[in-house]
C-alpha cells in the first residue's frame, strides 16, 4: 500500500526524521493561508502517489503568499501526467505547501528489502535528488549499503558511517546518523517495502531533513497497522484493483488485451510470460488465490469483463486447494449470469480436472479448453485476434 508524501512525512517525523514546516490544501485560498503562517515564500507540491512530480509540473516554487495561491489554482484539479502515473495522468486533489529552503546539499536515503540477502538492507549516496536507479547503473561505486539486524536494528556506528560515507558537513555527522537510524527503524517497525528520502539535504543554515518522503507497505502485515490502513486514498488507486480487494482478489491492470485468470503469483507469471511469447500482451494480474470459492470466480470474472480492452480471457488454473470442479462451476456460473461475448480458453490441471472438463462440455457454453500452456496461449491470442 502506498501513501502520500505528506503522511509518510508525519510518520518520519514521529521517528525524530526532522522534515520541512509545511501543511495540506485543497483548495487555493487554503494553500495562502498555509503560505502566510510560513512567512510567505513556500514551495507547493501535489499530492498523488506518483514520483516525477516536478518534471510534470506539479511542484511550484513560491515567492509570496498570493503566488502560493496562483500555484496551488494551477496544480489542483489538473491531470497530473509523470513516468510513473501511465499517459492518462492522476487528478491532484490536494497540494503541500512547505517552507522554502536554500539546500547545500542532496543527497539520497532509502531501506529496501535485498532479496538475495534476505535483509532489509539501507543504501545510501551522495547524487541524492535523482533517479537512484539510473545512479546505480551508471556510478555503482556511489551507493553504499548497510544490511540491517531484524532482530537488533543497526548500531549507532553502522548510521555514523554511512553519514561520514554521503559527506555531510563534520557538524552534522551524528544527527545524519541518528536520522539514518530513525529511517531504519520506521522501515522495520511500519513492516514497509520501501521507505526512501530522495532528495535528503544540506541546508544552507545548516540542518539536514527530508525534502521528500516515500513509504510502501506490505499489504500482508496491514492487519498489525490499522493506523497505516487508515491513510489509504482509494482515489489513488484503479477502480477496478479496489473493487478486486473486496472479494481477495489481486488484481492489477496492465496494458494488454488477454485477461487472464489463475491461481498463484507463479502461474500468474508464467501465464503472463507465455501470453506474450505468443505474440500478444496481458491486459492484467489477476490471482485468485488457492482456495477461490465459485462466488469469487464470478467476481473475478465480472472484474475482467469490466475491462472493455479484454478481448480473449485465459483461465489457467493448478486445481489443489482450488479444485478443478470447483472453478469449473465458477466459470460456467458467472459466463451464464454476465452473458460473457469475449472467447474464453480454459487450461487447468489437478484435482478433478476430468470431472471439470466435462461440467464444462455438459454446459452448453462455447468455452475453448487447451491441454497445455503453451496451446493456450496460441488459442487465447488467435482468439483476441478473431481467430479462434
Known amino acids: ?51 516525477g512530480r516536478g518534471k510534470g509540473g506539479g511542484i511550484k516554487l513560491a515567492g509570496s503568499a498570493g503566488e502560493a495561491e496562483q500555484a496551488a489554482a494551477q496544480i489542483l484539479g489538473m491531470m497530473l501526467k509523470t513516468p510513473q502515473t501511465g499517459p492518462g495522468g492522476q487528478r491532484v486533489k490536494r497540494v503541500l505547501v512547505e517552507e522554502a529552503m536554500a539546500i547545500r546539499q542532496e543527497l539520497y536515503l532509502g531501506v529496501v528489502l535485498d532479496r538475495r540477502l534476505g535483509l532489509p538492507v539501507v543504501m545510501a549516496s551522495p547524487a541524492g535528488g535523482v533517479e537512484i ?80 518522503a516515500k513509504m510502501n507497505f506490505d499489504d500482508n502485515a496491514l492487519f498489525r ?39 498463484g503469483a507463479g502461474l500468474a507469471m508464467a501465464t503472463m510470460d507465455i501470453i506474450q511469447q505468443a505474440g500478444s500482451a496481458p491486459a492484467n494480474f489477476l490471482d485468485v488465490g488457492g482456495g477461490a470459492s465459485a462466488e469469487q470466480i464470478e467476481n473475478a470474472f465480472r472484474i475482467l469483463m469490466a475491462d472493455a480492452r479484454v478481448k480473449a480471457v485465459l483461465i489457467n488454473i493448478f486445481g489443489g486447494i482450488l479444485r478443478c470442479d470447483r472453478l469449473a462451476a465458477g466459470v460456467i456460473q458467472a459466463a451464464r449470469a454476465l452473458r460473457v461475448k469475449v472467447p474464453v480458453v480454459i487450461r487447468m490441471e489437478g484435482t478433478n480436472v476430468a470431472q471439470g472438463k466435462q ?30
Open 1 to 51: 500500500m502506498k501513501i502520500h508524501e505528506f503522511q509518510a512525512k508525519r510518520i518520519l517525523g514521529a521517528y525524530g526524521v526532522p522534515v520541512p514546516k509545511g501543511e495540506v490544501a485543497d483548495t487555493p485560498a487554503g494553500a495562502r493561508a498555509v503560505a502566510e503562517r510560513l512567512g510567505g515564500r513556500a514551495v507547493v507540491k501535489a499530492q498523488i502517489h506518483a514520483g
Open 133 to 212: 536507479e539510473e545512479v546505480a547503473a551508471a556510478s555503482p561505486e556511489k551507493i553504499l549499503r548497510a544490511a540491517v539486524d531484524p532482530a537488533s536494528g543497526n548500531s549507532p556506528y553502522v548510521g555514523r558511517k554511512l553519514a561520514y560515507g554521503l559527506g555531510v558537513p563534520a557538524e552534522l555527522t551524528r544527527s545524519t546518523a541518528d536520522l539514518i537510524l530513525a529511517l531504519a527503524r520506521a522501515y522495520q517497525e511500519k513492516d514497509c517495502s520501501l521507505a526512501e528520502i530522495n532528495p535528503l539535504v544540506v541546508t544552507t543554515d545548516g540542518r539536514v531533513l527530508a525534502l521528500d
Open 225 to 263: 497497522h490499522p493506523e497505516i490502513l487508515e491513510l489509504r486514498d482509494l482515489d489513488e488507486e484503479a477502480p477496478l484493483e479496489v473493487e478486486a480487494s473486496r472479494f481477495g482478489l489481486n488484481y492489477v491492470t496492465l496494458d494488454g488485451t488477454v485477461g487472464c485468470m489463475v491461481n
Open 359 to 388: 461440467m464444462l462440455k455438459e454446459s452448453g457454453l462455447n468455452f475453448l479448453t487447451a491441454d497445455t500452456m503453451a496451446e493456450a496461449a496460441r488459442m487465447v491470442v488467435g482468439a483476441s485476434r478473431g481467430r479462434a
